[in-house]
């Protein structure tokens, strides 16, 4: 930054300190700098002055010119409102504050002409325009940007400082007019040529006042193809740099483990996407690189198979292996299908979590130690400090979004040198979070369900057809399947949730009684034994109905389980519907998924229910819920910043985020530590905002 922006923003002519307070507090800006990149949050072409006849109350924004009259206070103190009229040659329109009009009677005058700018309204019979804009038609500034005009974000404790949209338009505009202003390039004449971008001042310029449409959208795609840019380098050079430092482990062999398991034991063909990806690793694992890989794969693709032949692959070699998983649930049944599949063979695996007893823990630890265990399988406990390795080659962590980056960074510690890591997802990502998030890993997809799965059928029912759901539920009972119910659990009102799951299961029982049917129960208060049991009984099938929260949600697999009912679906956000919905379908009958709801229910909530009845795809619903939620709500994204973005918006700039991301590839790809003339200005700005940038490493 040169030195004229990283002035104090108090010594810009206009603003002063007490006002600069006021910024500094509100909006965080501290320097011209910072005003510089106070992006407008949209603009609206006021070229157009409507007359006021011409307006009706279905109108978007309009612009009408008129004469203030009649300006008056209405209410009792607390519901007070300001009302003036404006009148034009063709009629009149009311105007109306409810908020800060001591602020606006003081800046406004009776009698004088002002450009009106809002959204007609119609209330009793008399069109209206509720919290107006007012500006003064001879002002020079207003007069100027009349045209393309920039709105920008303003807090109700400015506004009560007399701090508009209008006087940052007025103070971004003395900054940029300043002969002093000067912003210096970041991208090399090579890239902008090359994606026809213009250059940083003029889309510095043009963001904030365009003088067309055509030019507002270059200076947004230059400035969020900047911003996705830099971003994209740094996890790149994440990438280059581990590469150089570390020497992965070396896995060359594939041998007598990986093979008689291929050959002897694993119970059925692998799919064309299970086998690319083992490819995809085994290419990695023997190349001498440390491995960092994400596996993404819908619920129910197989990806537990392609875990446990990666884990054949490294005790093939000579080395230890283990796997991580969110719950004990999960690491109990990873566990037993995996000894299970093993059982024939001499490979040693145990289990270690929290409720391991202590005596055990120890001699699992004294195991690991000794190189006496080829695999371990458990949850958080594995990375405890306690958990020291022989020779860990691979650590496969599944279902990661359960596990913050500080988590999975410890894995490099069980080591003198970093293990291969593989992270395994059944979230699936929209394209433009996995390059953010995951933007640093390798990516494989296992885009292909194992053969003779038939799709899931997903309905929408009201509580009005709850009796014909359990005629359905005992004709399905009828012929050996299992049914599952879940209960929303929402942590502001677990005592609600935990009410309505019991009441649900009482209502269950009295439907289903015994001793024709069997019924389950399973949540978060009970304790690990007997949540163990009861999922076990329902996993040999010796009941007929699992009444849960989402604590099944993640991992769980029973084949023979083929419906699963969601009660109040509509609190349910998208993709724990989609996790919810692949606990079925993992066998080879028909799967069902009722979806249970109110008939009333918000318009995102209906979205979510009207998405999942109309697609099975992991990949569209993450789509959907971006775009339906935005990026900082998605599962996993809450810890990492990197989501803050000032411009990009990754529900909808893919293309950008893409072009980045290769351009980014293609000059490390020639030059890894940016040190060519060429990339000068980007290996300057990297660091720039490398030390700005929130977010903390991934893996
Ligand atoms: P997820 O990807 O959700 O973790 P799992 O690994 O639990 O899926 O696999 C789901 C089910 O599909 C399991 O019962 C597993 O045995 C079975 N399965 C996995 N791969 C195949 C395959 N290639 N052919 C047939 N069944 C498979
Ligand atoms: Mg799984």
């Known amino acids: 930054m040169n030195q004229f922006l990283s002035t104090p923003i108090e010594y810009l002519k206009g603003i002063g300190p007490a006002k600069a307070e006021v910024l500094k507090k509100e909006l965080q800006l501290f320097t011209f700098n910072d005003l510089l990149f106070h992006f407008p949050y949209r603009h609206i072409d006021r070229s157009k002055v409507y007359k006021i006849s011409e307006l009706r109350p279905d109108m978007p924004y309009v612009q009408v010119k008129g004469t203030l009259k009649n300006l008056r206070t209405l209410g009792t103190k607390g519901g007070q409102r300001l009302v003036a009229e404006m009148h034009d040659k063709t009629g009149v329109i009311e105007l109306v504050w409810f908020q800060g009009h001591k602020w606006v009677k003081d800046s406004i005058q009776a009698n004088k002409e002002y450009l009106a700018f809002g959204k007609p309204n119609e209330f009793n019979g008399t069109l209206n325009i509720v919290h107006p804009n007012l500006d003064d038609p001879e002002d020079a500034a207003i007069k100027k940007y009349l045209h393309i005009m920039p709105m920008y974000n303003c807090t109700e404790r400015m506004k009560a400082r007399g701090i508009d949209s209008k006087a940052i338009m007025k103070w971004v505009n003395t900054l940029l007019m300043n002969p002093g202003f000067e912003v210096e390039e970041c991208l090399s004449d090579a890239i902008l040529q090359e994606n026809n971008m213009i250059s940083r001042k003029a889309a510095l310029f043009s963001i904030h006042f365009p003088s067309n449409l055509a030019l507002l959208a270059q200076a947004e795609h230059r400035l969020k193809f900047e911003e996705f840019f830099f971003i994209q380098l740094k996890l790149l050079r994440y990438k280059v740099k581990r590469h150089q430092l570390f020497n992965g482990i070396k896995l060359e062999i594939i041998g007598e483990y990986f093979n008689t398991f291929f050959e002897r034991y694993l119970p059925f063909e692998l799919t064309g996407a299970q086998k690319r990806v083992l490819k995809e690793i085994r290419i990695d694992v023997k190349r001498g690189i440390q491995m960092n890989r994400l596996v993404q794969g819908d619920v129910g693709s197989g990806k537990t198979v392609v875990a446990l032949m990666s884990m054949l692959m490294t005790i093939d070699n000579g080395y230890q292996a283990c796997m991580m998983a969110p719950t004990e649930i999960l690491a109990t049944q990873h566990y037993e299908t995996i000894s299970s599949l093993l059982k024939d063979m001499p490979v040693r695996v145990k289990l270690l979590m929290g409720s391991t007893p202590a005596r055990e823990k120890k001699k699992v630890y004294e195991q690991l130690e000794q190189g006496e265990l080829d695999i371990l399988i458990g949850t958080h406990?594995?990375?405890?400090?306690?958990?020291?390795?022989?020779?860990?080659?691979?650590?496969?962590?599944?279902?990661?979004?359960?596990?913050?980056?500080?988590?999975?960074?410890?894995?490099?510690?069980?080591?003198?040198?970093?293990?291969?890591?593989?992270?395994?997802?059944?979230?699936?990502?929209?394209?433009?979070?996995?390059?953010?998030?995951?933007?640093?890993?390798?990516?494989?997809?296992?885009?292909?369900?194992?053969?003779?799965?038939?799709?899931?059928?997903?309905?929408?029912?009201?509580?009005?057809?709850?009796?014909?759901?359990?005629?359905?539920?005992?004709?399905?009972?009828?012929?050996?399947?299992?049914?599952?119910?879940v209960y929303p659990l929402i942590e502001e009102s677990e005592k609600m949730d935990y009410k309505n799951l019991v009441d649900g299961y009482e209502g269950i029982c009295k439907e289903f009684p015994e001793p024709t049917y069997q019924v389950s129960i399973l949540h978060?208060?009970?304790?690990?034994?007997?949540?163990?049991?009861?999922?076990?009984?329902?996993?040999?099938?010796?009941?007929?109905?699992?009444?849960?929260?989402?604590?099944?949600?993640?991992?769980?697999?029973?084949?023979?389980?083929?419906?699963?009912?969601?009660?109040?679906?509509?609190?349910?956000?998208?993709?724990?519907?989609?996790?919810?919905?692949?606990?079925?379908?993992?066998?080879?009958?028909?799967?069902?998924?009722?979806?249970?709801?109110?008939?009333?229910?918000?318009?995102?909530?209906?979205?979510?229910l009207k998405t999942m009845v109309e697609t099975t795809d992991g990949f569209k619903i993450a789509e959907a819920d971006l775009k339906l939620r935005g990026p900082g709500q998605l599962e996993g994204t809450a810890q990492s910043g990197i989501l803050d973005l000032k411009i990009g918006d990754l529900s909808k700039d893919t293309a950008i985020l893409a072009l980045a991301r290769n351009v980014a590839q293609s000059i490390l790809d020639s030059d890894p530590n940016l040190q060519q003339d060429v990339n000068k200005p980007m290996a300057k700005f990297e660091a720039i905002y490398r030390k700005t940038a929130k977010w903390g490493r991934i893996s």
């Open 381 to 485: 406990a594995l990375i405890e400090s306690k958990v020291v390795f022989k020779n860990l080659g691979m650590a496969i962590v599944d279902e990661q979004h359960r596990f913050g980056v500080e988590q999975r960074a410890r894995l490099w510690q069980k080591n003198t040198y970093p293990p291969h890591v593989l992270v395994m997802t059944a979230t699936p990502i929209p394209r433009t979070l996995a390059m953010t998030l995951y933007g640093d890993l390798d990516t494989s997809v296992i885009d292909e369900l194992p053969a003779g799965r038939k799709p899931i059928q997903t309905i929408l029912r009201y509580d009005s057809s709850r009796l014909a759901v359990y005629g359905f539920m005992k004709t399905e009972i009828k012929k050996g399947r299992q049914i599952y119910i």
């Open 524 to 608: 978060g208060r009970m304790k690990t034994a007997e949540k163990e049991f009861e999922m076990n009984r329902f996993i040999r099938g010796e009941t007929n109905i699992m009444v849960a929260t989402t604590v099944i949600e993640v991992g769980v697999n029973v084949p023979n389980a083929s419906v699963m009912i969601v009660e109040s679906a509509q609190k349910f956000g998208l993709s724990q519907l989609h996790q919810l919905r692949g606990r079925v379908g993992r066998g080879a009958d028909q799967s069902y998924c009722i979806l249970m709801s109110d008939v009333k229910q918000s318009t995102e909530a209906k979205q979510r």
